[in-house]
Nanobody, 116 residues
Framework: QVRLVESGGGSVQPGGSLRLSCAASGFSFSNNVMSWYRQAPGKGRELVATTTSGGSTTNYADSVKGRFTMSRGNAKNTVYLQMNSLKPEDTAVYYC?????????WGQGTQVTVSL
C-alpha cells in the first residue's frame, strides 16, 4: 500500500525558512514523478514543484522559483522542499504527490503559515 507522510510544516515570519519532508513507502521508485502541491484557503490546489524519479529534472512554479528547492534523499524514498524567503502568500496546506504507473497518490498535507 502506497503511503506518503509529510512533515515539517509550521508557522514562520515573512522572510523565514522551512523544510518540508515527504516520506514514501509501499512502492518502487522506478519511473515515477514526485511533486509538491499547495492549497491556500479558498483556492484550488496549485503545483509548486515536481521532479522525476532520477531527480535530474525539477520544475517549479513561477511564484516560488529562486526561493524553493525540491530534492530527493539518498535513499530516494524521501523528498524535501526547502522553502526560503517565505511570504504571507505562501501560506497553505502543502501536499506531497506521487505519480507512477499504478496511479496517483496524495499525502495528508502539512500546514505552512507565514505571518508576522
Amino acid at each position: 500500500q502506497v503511503r506518503l507522510v509529510e512533515s515539517g510544516g509550521g508557522s514562520v515570519q515573512p522572510g523565514g525558512s522551512l523544510r518540508l519532508s515527504c516520506a514514501a513507502s509501499g512502492f518502487s521508485f522506478s519511473n515515477n514523478v514526485m511533486s509538491w502541491y499547495r492549497q491556500a484557503p479558498g483556492k484550488g490546489r496549485e503545483l509548486v514543484a515536481t521532479t522525476t524519479s532520477g531527480g535530474s529534472t525539477t520544475n517549479y512554479a513561477d511564484s516560488v522559483k529562486g526561493r524553493f528547492t525540491m530534492s530527493r534523499g539518498n535513499a530516494k524514498n524521501t523528498v524535501y522542499l526547502q522553502m526560503n524567503s517565505l511570504k504571507p502568500e505562501d501560506t497553505a496546506v502543502y501536499y506531497c504527490r506521487l505519480d507512477s504507473l499504478s496511479g496517483g497518490y496524495w499525502g495528508q498535507g502539512t500546514q505552512v503559515t507565514v505571518s508576522l
